[in-house]
């Protein structure tokens, strides 16, 4: 029989596939040189603790630890013939390492198809952008914390024990629409939850095409309950004018306060959030304001500044600003990131618009949607049915409208002292010019679009208002032009000197943008009170068409 040779605290032998252990002093192993190469007796884990091996022990331990190879396990199991190079790999595997090598070489195969693919399919979903990919701060080290420790605490437990959910909430029969804290205390029934997200459908959503469409059937009313922010501000904005039954307007606005201070104070939400915050800085409910406080000197204005502001918070902190890319931030949910691109796109356009409307500088300063998003990015918006709107189309156009807000608005009116400063130079005209066909470009795609008359009223409305807020920049440059007199001349009043000014408006160097500004004015307002309805259409307009 062939004397064995000994490798890392194994035997070989060249003529069997069967190891055989020795006690006896390992013979040095010969090289191709002639020279005698030091060969260690100490097993892997032991040489890698740097700690004393007796094989023996070792050896009469292994049946009982039942823990696997001592060295690293092969990349591929060995197959039935062997040849006598892997011989001694093969060999290995006879010796059992004290502790168990999962720890460190990770699961076997069969036991990762099994366990962690389930973990990967709950983090692509139960993680939130900000708690994957790259680490960039250390909030999103303590996020990753978070998620990990979620996922321990929220593993399943067995039915009837002690830590059991069912034993530790004493409403753990209630489930779904039964478990809402409106419907539980009762403000609200089943079927009138129903009855206001089927109004909610049918009247303000065709204007702001945000909340799910699955949403708006019962049979999904138990997963709508879920997402209590976004139930709530559906509720809220569907009775805010329903004067019979006042109070359940008042049960829902007290809710949604109470939610939204829980947002604003940091508690965890997700999209559903922020596109609650976005509806109500739409239309404003007057329940969320106190019932003594004056209407209609811009206190729908600041309340929805301050919703639009929190919901962009709250966008950035989710991550929600990665979607501005194609498969950026990509979790694997198509469903998923589609709606938190749709989401983080109506961000961008509430808070242009509310900031064109206040006349402040924007929120966010982040990346927007501009990136080559087109109607296709929006697949929740596309038409299930023949008969059904293309929102997709008529948010695209609104997306092109709001970059062409913002445009204007950096442009010409970033700040006092640079706005100023151009209508007295007369810098404007080329920017003014410039504006103007690309307003013109705009129509010719979208003005003409089919749809609903409601929805082509409200794009009518946003292009007359776009064609106003450039030209008036003109018209108010002529006024700065024509009170800045030398200093000294009181000889005429200010009120004289401008009727002298625009006494001959056709004369005037920006007399085109004066008449198309007045022209605009015009037509808006001619819109509102000829072509839109107010009891079907005006009534469930958001704020922006009539504030």
């Not at 260690?40 to 004393?52: D, E, L």
């Amino acid at each position: 029989m062939d004397e064995p040779e000994y490798k890392n605290g194994t035997t070989t032998t060249a003529n069997t596939t069967t190891a055989t252990t020795t006690t006896g002093s390992p013979k040095p192993k010969r090289t191709a040189s002639g020279q005698m190469k030091r060969v260690s007796r100490a097993c892997y884990n032991c040489r890698r603790r740097k700690s004393k091996c007796d094989l023996n022990t070792i050896k009469a331990s292994a049946g009982a630890l039942g823990a696997s190879s001592a060295v690293p396990p092969p990349a591929r199991p060995p197959e039935t013939s062997i040849s006598p190079q892997s011989t001694e790999n093969y060999n290995q595997s006879r010796y059992i390492s004290p502790y168990n090598e999962h720890d460190r070489y990770g699961p076997s195969e069969g036991h990762r198809d099994t366990s962690m693919d389930d973990d990967d399919d709950e983090d692509s979903t139960g993680e939130s952008a900000i708690g994957s990919g790259a680490l960039r701060n250390p909030s999103d080290a303590w996020q990753r914390l978070t998620n990990v420790a979620k996922r321990g605490t929220e593993a399943p437990r067995p039915e009837g024990g002690s830590g059991g959910r069912a034993s530790t909430n004493g409403a753990g029969t209630r489930k779904g629409i039964f478990a809402y804290r409106l419907v539980e205390n009762e403000v609200l029934t089943h079927s009138l939850v129903m009855q206001l997200i089927t109004r909610y459908a049918d009247n303000y959503h065709c204007y702001f095409p945000l909340v799910p469409r699955k949403y708006f059937n019962s049979a999904c009313l138990d997963q709508f309950a879920e997402e209590k922010h976004l139930l709530t501000a559906v509720l809220t904005v569907a009775s805010k004018d329903l004067t019979s039954i006042p109070h359940v307007h008042q049960g829902c606005s007290k809710y949604m306060l109470e939610l939204i201070s829980g947002i604003a104070a940091g508690a965890d939400c997700d999209v559903e959030a922020v596109e609650a915050l976005l509806i109500l800085a739409e239309w404003e409910p007057q329940g969320l304001r106190p019932s003594i406080e004056p209407v209609g000197r811009g206190e729908e204005d600041r309340a929805a500044w301050m919703h639009v502001g929190i919901a962009l918070r709250s966008g950035y902190f989710l991550g929600l600003d990665k979607t501005s890319f194609r498969n950026d931030a990509a979790t694997g949910d198509t469903q998923a990131d589609n709606r938190k691109r749709l989401a983080w796109a109506s961000c961008y356009v509430s808070d242009r618009l509310i900031s064109v409307r206040i006349g402040r500088a924007f929120w966010s300063r982040g990346p927007g949607p501009m990136t080559g998003l087109v109607s296709h990015d929006f697949p929740s918006l596309q038409p299930q049915s023949p008969h059904d709107e293309d929102y997709s189309k008529i948010f695209q156009a609104i997306l092109d409208l709001t970059q062409l807000y913002g445009n204007v608005h950096d442009v010409l009116y970033s700040g006092m002292r640079t706005s100023r400063n151009m209508m007295l130079m007369g810098d404007y005209v080329k920017y003014i010019d410039d504006f103007r066909v690309a307003v013109s470009r705009w129509y010719r795609l979208w003005g003409k679009m089919p749809c609903a008359s409601n929805l082509n009223v409200m794009l009518q409305m946003s292009y007359e208002y776009l064609k106003l807020y450039i030209n008036a920049f003109a018209f108010q440059a002529a006024i700065s032009q024509a009170l800045h007199k030398p200093k000294g001349d009181d000889s005429v009043s200010q009120r004289d000197h401008l009727r002298a000014a625009f006494s001959n408006v056709a004369s005037m160097q920006d007399s085109r943008f004066i008449y198309e500004s007045v022209e605009a004015a015009k037509s808006y307002l001619t819109i509102l009170t000829n072509y839109v309805d107010p009891e079907r259409h005006l009534h469930f307009m958001p704020l922006r068409f009539y504030l």
